[in-house]
């Protein structure tokens, strides 16, 4: 039985080695090669995922960093635009002031005795000479139409009148004159029209 049992053993070392697989004595060096062979593995894809991590919270700072900038640039363009539109008309009001300031001058003088209607139409002149300057300075200028042709986009007709010292159509007096601010029309001259 022992020689028995020694060739079968031979015939399955042959029947092994004849299908290709590792010998019996070979099985704990193979063993050991793959558990290095996992150990590197997982070394090297722990290695990769601490790098993504690292990445990935790189990016992540970044995108709070930039969110928080976003969120600072918001408030302050709101403050901007709040400020904007708050003080808009603070250089029009500093130029305005003189003009206010050469008003209230006249009217002062105006009430004193030896005032004359001269010094006054001179004073008043003067300091309505001082708003069109202001006005002009902000790119607002009068429409005063009288003698031209009736233009609907700039004048308001309210009356039209029979003239044979006027072509039809043609201003003959100006009521109210217009202003017009960077070529927008702010109020519409008010004129008598001829027919």
């Known amino acids: 039985m022992s020689e028995n049992k020694t060739a079968n053993t031979e015939e399955t070392k042959v029947d092994t080695q004849a299908e290709g697989q590792i010998p019996a004595g070979d099985d704990v060096q193979t063993e050991a090669t793959l558990e290095s062979a996992e150990a590197a593995v997982t070394e090297d894809v722990t290695a990769l995922l601490a790098a993504a991590q690292a990445e990935a919270e790189k990016h992540k700072e970044l995108?709070?960093?930039?969110?928080?900038?976003?969120?600072?640039?918001?408030?302050?363009?709101r403050m901007d635009v709040e400020s904007a539109?708050?003080?808009?008309?603070?250089?029009?009001?500093?130029?305005?002031?003189?003009?206010?300031?050469?008003?209230?001058?006249?009217?002062?003088?105006?009430?004193?005795?030896?005032?004359t209607?001269?010094?006054?139409?001179?004073g008043i002149e003067m300091t309505f000479k001082q708003m069109l300057d202001v006005l002009g300075k902000f790119s607002v200028e009068r429409i005063d139409p009288k003698g031209e042709k009736f233009d609907p986009k700039l004048h308001e007709a309210l009356t039209m009148i029979p003239s044979p010292d006027h072509e039809s159509n043609t201003v003959v007096d100006v009521i109210q004159k217009g202003y017009v601010l960077n070529d927008r029309l702010i109020r519409a001259a008010r004129v008598i029209v001829a027919q």
């Open 85 to 115: 539109h708050k003080y808009a008309l603070n250089k029009f009001v500093d130029a305005l002031i003189p003009a206010m300031d050469s008003m209230e001058m006249g009217m002062e003088a105006a009430s004193k005795e030896d005032a």
């Open 117 to 122: 209607i001269e010094s006054i139409r001179d």
């Open 63 to 77: 995108a709070m960093r930039i969110q928080a900038d976003m969120e600072n640039l918001r408030r302050r363009t």
